[in-house]
C-alpha cells in the first residue's frame, strides 16, 4: 500500500487519539489535537498528567479510554513510542501515526508485525490534514 493510501485509510478511521496531546499550545503534541478539533473530528486527547487538554477530558493511557480508537496519532519520545506501539494492539488500534521524531525503527517494526497500518518516517499530520494556528 502506498503512503497515500496509507494516509487516506487513516483519515478515514475513527475516532482518534493523541497519544502525548500537551497542554502547552506550543507543542505538536496540542498542535496535533488542535489539527483534527479543526476539522470537526472526534478526538480524544491522552496524557498521563493533566485532566484536560483543550477542553477535552484527557485520559492517561489507551486502556482506560471510554470508546474504541481504531486510530491514533503519536507524539511521544522513540521510547515512549515503543511501549505505546503495544498498548496500542492491545486496545485494538488498527491505524498508528507517529509523527515526525516520534518514530523508531524498532515501534515501526513491532506496529507492522502487529497488522497496524503504519505512517512513519514522512509526513506529518498537520501538513496533511491542514492546520492553522
Known amino acids: ?30 498542535k496535533v489535537l488542535r489539527c483534527y478539533q479543526q476539522h470537526g473530528k472526534e478526538v480524544y486527547p491522552i ?3 493533566a485532566p484536560e487538554v483543550e477542553g477535552l477530558k484527557a485520559y492517561p493511557s489507551l486502556a482506560v479510554l471510554p470508546v474504541k480508537v481504531p486510530a491514533i ?3 511521544t519520545p522513540p521510547a515512549i513510542t515503543e511501549q505505546v506501539v503495544g498498548e496500542a494492539a492491545a486496545a485494538g488500534v488498527k491505524h498508528i501515526w507517529m509523527q515526525p521524531g516520534a518514530e523508531s525503527d524498532a515501534a515501526i517494526r513491532t506496529a507492522e508485525s502487529l497488522g497496524m497500518n503504519v505512517i512513519a ?6 501538513v496533511m490534514m491542514g492546520y492553522h494556528e
Do not use: H, W
Open 73 to 75: 496519532s503519536v507524539i
Open 1 to 30: 500500500m502506498s503512503i497515500e493510501d496509507r494516509i487516506q485509510a487513516f483519515l478515514a478511521s475513527g475516532p482518534f487519539a493523541v497519544v502525548g496531546a500537551s497542554t502547552d499550545r506550543s507543542k505538536y503534541g496540542n
Open 121 to 126: 518516517g514522512g509526513p506529518c499530520l498537520l
Open 47 to 49: 496524557n498521563p498528567k
